[in-house]
């Protein structure tokens, strides 16, 4: 069984940075892709990031684009989202996600990804 475990975020002001983390066990995710996603108060979960099992592709939602940066380190089994200049509107749940072993033509949709963490709040204050 393949467990998931978010970490690092908080609360933050505007402009700043965090760094999540997602590890991973119960089995190797070294050849799957994964992704971020995230969700607000009141809104539906919705597509931050995915990388390619090797790191090779890599694609973001746009209203992220050019602040975040997903990374992966498959040695360690984990997963990182780097977000800097952070916005309000950033402000949600944000949950890590483990999908298939070939990087899915919808990797933006959630029913892609087979396993899921519980998620890390981030809040960023104005």
């Known amino acids: 069984q393949v467990q998931l475990v978010e970490s690092g975020g908080g609360l933050v002001q505007a402009g700043g940075s965090l760094r999540l983390s997602c590890a991973a066990s119960?089995?190797?995710?070294?050849?799957?892709?994964m992704g971020w996603f995230r969700q607000a108060p009141g809104k539906e979960r919705e597509f931050v990031a995915a990388?390619?099992?090797?790191?090779?592709?890599?694609n973001y939602a746009d209203s992220v684009k050019g602040r975040f940066t997903i990374s992966r380190d498959n040695a360690k089994n984990t997963m990182y989202l780097q977000m800097n200049s952070l916005k309000p509107e950033d402000t949600a749940v944000y949950f890590c996600?483990?999908?298939?072993?070939?990087?899915?033509?919808?990797?933006?949709?959630?029913?892609?990804?087979?396993?899921w963490g519980q998620g890390t709040q981030v809040t960023v204050s104005s």
């Open positions: 990388i390619s099992y090797s790191g090779g592709t890599t």
């Open positions: 119960g089995r190797t995710l070294s050849r799957n892709a």
């Open positions: 996600a483990a999908g298939p072993v070939f990087y899915p033509t919808r990797y933006y949709s959630a029913g892609e990804y087979n396993y």
